[in-house]
T-cell receptor, first 109, second 113 residues
């Protein structure tokens, strides 16, 4: 079945720096790739998503890139702020969403 | 925060007891999902339902059961057969269409001793 690998598991950056989280997936039929942010004790919330017919999507300080040939996609956060500190999950969808294991991002002031 | 609710927020049970977790949504979504979240393991799919009166097993269905008698409701029963039931359980729903944003409930933290 589908497998999604996510790296790194933890990431610490200084405020204002960029953060990049990478995911790979195994099922070439996957065509939808969302990213969720989960703050401590709260529910996951969608922050950005991309479909297989697009290579890149941006929304203010966050962007996602997709390389279908290599079967990997990445989340880029620029000008990080302390409130970006959270756990981020990638996912890939064929007939159901398969989540990566999460990246704990810490942004230090 | 509105739209999908789970209750209770915290639940404590003794080993050997079945327990049912509630999930309700008023978003008129067709699809509903149950995930289990353990530290360092992300979200793992237990069961999902794409339409009323129908549901499918996810990746870790053993020891769990569900029903989908109403569109708004998708309760999850953690049975005594589940070997390691202590976890954070998240319910989600999604509107029509094959893939799209899933809206999560606030979660139920179940502790079994």
């Amino acid at each position: 079945g589908e497998n999604v690998e996510q790296h790194p598991s933890t990431l610490s950056v200084q405020e204002g720096d960029s953060a990049v989280i990478k995911c790979t997936y195994s099922d070439s039929a996957s065509n939808y790739f969302p990213w969720y942010k989960q703050e401590l004790g709260k529910r996951p919330q969608l922050i950005i998503d991309i479909r297989s017919n697009v290579g890149e999507k941006k929304d203010q300080r966050i962007a996602v890139t997709l390389n279908k040939t290599a079967k990997h996609f990445s989340l880029h956060i620029t000008e990080t702020q302390p409130e970006d500190s959270a756990v981020y999950f990638c996912a890939a969808d064929t007939d159901k969403l398969i989540f990566g294991t999460g990246t704990r991002l810490q942004v230090f002031p | 925060d509105g739209g999908i609710t789970q209750s209770p927020k915290y639940l404590f049970r003794k080993e050997g007891q079945n327990v049912t977790l509630s999930c309700e949504q008023n978003l008129n979504h067709d699809a509903m999902y149950w995930y289990r979240q353990d530290p360092g393991q992300g979200l793992r799919l237990i069961y999902y339902s794409q339409i009323v009166n129908d549901f499918q097993k996810g990746d870790i269905a053993e020891g769990y059961s569900v029903s989908r008698e109403k569109k708004e409701s998708f309760p999850l029963t953690v049975t005594s057969a589940q070997k390691n039931p202590t976890a954070f359980y998240l319910c989600a729903s999604m509107g029509s269409g094959r893939s799209g944003e899933q809206y999560f409930g606030p979660g139920t933290r179940l502790t079994v001793t």
